[in-house]
């Protein structure tokens, strides 16, 4: 039988593209909850953070940062900052470029990722955030 699970992680960020593994909090979750099979769907409220997989390490990240910099600059003219006057136009543009979730399939408890694969959250958003992502799964328990 299918059983449906949903819980939430709270991850603090710096925002400014501040790139935060999620990987060992959604295993976690996975483990806790005695699940076998099935899918993980992991979910980031909001619209100015984002979910995707890469693999984790320094020179990535400073690929990503240099990466979103050139393309989606902070500091150009954004009509969201003329509406709202909160200077993140750059942050929605950005997040709107990966998307707010993710399925991970996973089976025998374990998260069906590539070897150097992991989950990432990045907050593009111009201040400190504390983020929930919204995990749900759905499959067999043990």
């Known amino acids: 039988m299918i059983?449906?699970?949903?819980?939430?992680?709270?991850?603090d960020t710096n925002g400014f593209t501040d790139?935060?593994?999620?990987?060992?909090?959604?295993?976690?979750?996975?483990?806790e909850d005695n699940y076998k099979e099935?899918?993980?769907?992991?979910?980031?409220?909001?619209?100015?953070a984002a979910l995707t997989t890469v693999e984790y390490e320094p020179g990535l990240q400073t690929d990503l940062k240099e990466f979103f910099e050139e393309w989606i600059p902070m500091n150009k003219r954004y009509h969201h900052n003329e509406a709202w006057?909160?200077?993140?136009?750059?942050a929605h543009v950005r997040s709107s470029m990966?998307?707010?979730s993710l399925t991970i399939p996973f089976h025998e408890a374990r998260?069906?990722?590539?070897?150097?694969?992991?989950?990432?959250l990045i907050d593009f958003d111009n201040r400190r955030r504390n983020r929930t992502?919204?995990?749900?799964?759905?499959?067999?328990?043990?």
């Open 98 to 100: 990966l998307k707010p």
């Open 38 to 48: 099935g899918q993980m769907l992991v979910f980031v409220p909001g619209s100015t």
């Open 19 to 31: 790139i935060i593994d999620i990987t060992p909090h959604l295993r976690k979750i996975l483990k």
């Open 133 to 142: 992502i919204v995990v749900q799964l759905a499959g067999e328990t043990q």
């Open 111 to 120: 998260l069906l990722l590539g070897t150097w694969q992991q989950v990432i």
């Open 85 to 90: 006057h909160d200077g993140n136009g750059y």
């Open 3 to 11: 059983k449906f699970l949903t819980k939430s992680l709270e991850i």
